[in-house]
């Protein structure tokens, strides 16, 4: 019999050194919120001086030093006189909290883990454990605000990008019309006015896309011209970069009256980042870009097509990524298809690629009717 019971003796103090052996606090909780069994690292978490002075009181009063039922106990509903906590876990293995607690003027946050123990298929008791998850929770904070600010760069970059198009083509203008000015007619020089007050509105546009950034806002859309945005697209690339675009032959199949909604001065946008890579692509060589304009049933189609080269398989994929950029003139930020991509989300569209036989050919896809709430 002694012997039994020396047994049982040493497979309590066996398991009392696993338990202690577990650096998170560990409690068994009864079903009258008493706490039954703790290890060491219960006493540390709570500052009780021994493990007699846990056993038997309230858990809520042992580790969270208040006077009742933690309000974020999942146990919260659970009356000191039921028996078992079978309502408390309807079913499930365990139930996770994170909280935050307050120990010695530090503000922590603690992952709570509730495991059911069962005694003839009731919940009799539950083993809290308690993590503490502050510096996870504070790295993870860390790695999001440099993930904000990764973001916050790349959109920084990308409104610079796209100010620099109606910025030149400002500033050309302006050259083009104090060069001229004592030999211009007024027509043409109300003209050069107007392709300023163009740009102007355009890069307004894009200070006003920065402001949306803060509060973002819905995309607005009028019915608009699709050949008249690529005509603009086209005189504006044509505009800005009269030398790379020399030898270049423009064949255009749209006409006037392709109308529907979408925001004509974004949409341009696209056009210009697209025809600016084809340009690029070229190299100052001669060459031809192809627009296509398809309309269907639902749909607007517009394919871009260039033949300088084509666009190597292991890079497709990578072309839209912001930042990615390999062009010939090696002074790309990289941020145009990027730009293009989100510009054609917007509209909840889709812009593919496809490249064969040194052709590059862009697809992009609009529905006809932009979707509610859009
Ligand atoms: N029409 C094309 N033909 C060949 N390669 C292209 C074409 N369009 C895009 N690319 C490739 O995709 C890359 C990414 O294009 P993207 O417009 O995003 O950046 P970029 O033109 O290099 O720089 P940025 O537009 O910011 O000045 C280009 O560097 C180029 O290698
Ligand atoms: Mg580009």
Known sequence: MSSLMENLHERAEELQ?????????????????????????????????DFP?????????????????CPYCPMKDHHENETDF??????????????????????ETLY???FPIRKDGSIVSIVEKISNITRIKEKEEENL??????????????????????LTGMSLTLQNLMNNLSSMDPAFFRKRLEMI????????MIVLDVISFAKPDKLVTTTADIHE???????????????????????ILSEPGMTFQFNPVKMERLFIN?????????????????????????????????????????????IFSPFFSKNKSGIGTGLGLSICHSIVREHSGELTVRSYDRKTRFKISLPLVQPKGN
């Open 17 to 49: 050194a696993i338990l202690d052996g577990i650096t998170e606090p560990l409690v068994l909780i009864d079903s009258g919120f008493r706490v039954r069994r703790v290890n060491k690292a219960t006493l540390e978490f709570s500052s009780e001086p």
């Open 274 to 318: 697209l025809f600016k890579n084809s340009l690029q692509a070229y190299d100052y060589g001669e060459g031809k870009i192809k627009v296509e304009v398809r309309r269907t049933r639902n749909m607007m189609h517009i394919f871009v097509e260039d033949t300088a080269g084509g666009i190597p398989e292991d890079m497709l994929d990578k």
């Open 112 to 114: 709570l883990d509730f």
């Open 197 to 204: 007050k163009e740009d102007l509105t355009r890069a307004a």
């Open 229 to 251: 945005t690529i005509m603009k697209a086209k005189d504006s690339v044509t505009w800005v970069y009269p030398v790379l675009s020399k030898n270049t032959e423009w064949e």
């Open 145 to 166: 605000r440099i993930r904000n600010l990764a973001s916050l760069g790349i959109f920084i970059s990308g409104v610079a990008h796209e100010l620099n198009n109606p």
């Open 53 to 69: 002075s846990t056993l038997g009181r309230k858990c809520y009063e042992v580790l969270y030093n208040r006077s009742a039922v």
């Open 86 to 107: 079978d309502a408390q876990f309807e079913g499930k293995g365990e139930i996770g909290r994170e909280i935050f607690h307050v120990a010695n003027d530090q503000k």
